[in-house]
């Protein structure tokens, strides 16, 4: 199993413009979720979804959009960046919400200039 | 202060020494999980421990669970310079997502 890949590793933006960032996992989780990881504050949930056809907000969601149409990818859409979303972006997965282990992405290093 | 807060921020400690790091956190949860993040990388599961167990362990790992400080500790046994990493708790507050604290940065010393 690959586990949960994401691409890409690394990406530059300049102010304004989209992108997406790919997520997929080969495990058949049910629950997905993204997460922005910046220096001192750990990580901070952006999106989730707990199945195909479902998401929902986290803690942090402004700017950007997900959408789950397979069990297996979770992309999330950055609609017009901004340097405030320079961070490191992970995806994880776990078979169900809450009670299990999360299954991290290598991550990718996004800077917005 | 968050949710789940991790004590100290850094620490260094020389190979073969124990490594003991705390998390406190605010709300009451149902679980408490520990991970390990290497330099550049994702996060790696450690433990999770549920909020009615008190102590886990997984080979040199030792996590205990105080509900009613609402606080955890992970204890590291006999150290090595692979366990250098930053380490993370995260709780489920009142059984929602999990959040994650800060971190604390682990260096261990050959």
């Known amino acids: 199993n690959a586990g949960v890949t994401q691409t890409p590793k690394f990406q530059v933006l300049k102010t304004g413009q989209s992108m997406t960032l790919q997520c997929a996992q080969d495990m058949n989780h049910e629950y997905m979720s993204w997460y922005r990881q910046d220096p001192g504050m750990g990580l901070r949930l952006i999106h989730y979804?707990?199945?195909?056809?479902?998401?929902d907000q986290g803690e942090v969601p402004n700017g950007y959009n997900v959408s789950r149409s397979t069990t297996e990818d979770f992309p999330l859409r950055l609609l017009s960046a901004a340097p405030s979303q320079t961070s490191v972006y992970f995806c994880?997965?776990?078979?169900?919400?809450?009670?299990?282990?999360?299954?991290f992405g290598p991550g990718t290093r996004l800077t917005v200039l | 202060s968050q949710q789940g807060e991790e004590d100290p921020q850094a620490l260094s400690i020389q190979e073969g020494e124990n490594a003991t790091m705390n998390c406190s956190y605010k709300?009451?949860?149902?679980?408490l999980q520990w991970y390990r993040q290497n330099s550049g990388r994702g996060l790696v599961h450690l433990i999770l421990i549920r909020s009615n167990e008190r102590e886990k362990h997984s080979g040199r790992l030792r996590v205990t669970l105080d509900t009613s400080k609402k606080s955890s500790s992970l204890l590291i046994t006999a150290s090595r310079a692979a366990d250098t990493a930053s380490y993370f708790c995260?709780?489920?507050?009142?059984?929602?997502?999990?959040?994650f604290g800060p971190g604390t940065r682990l260096s261990v010393l050959p």
């Open positions: 979804s707990v199945g195909a056809g479902i998401t």
């Open positions: 994880a997965s776990s078979y169900s919400f809450g009670t299990d282990t999360q299954y």
């Open positions: 709300t009451s949860i149902n679980n």
């Open positions: 995260a709780t489920d507050p009142y059984g929602q997502n999990f959040v």
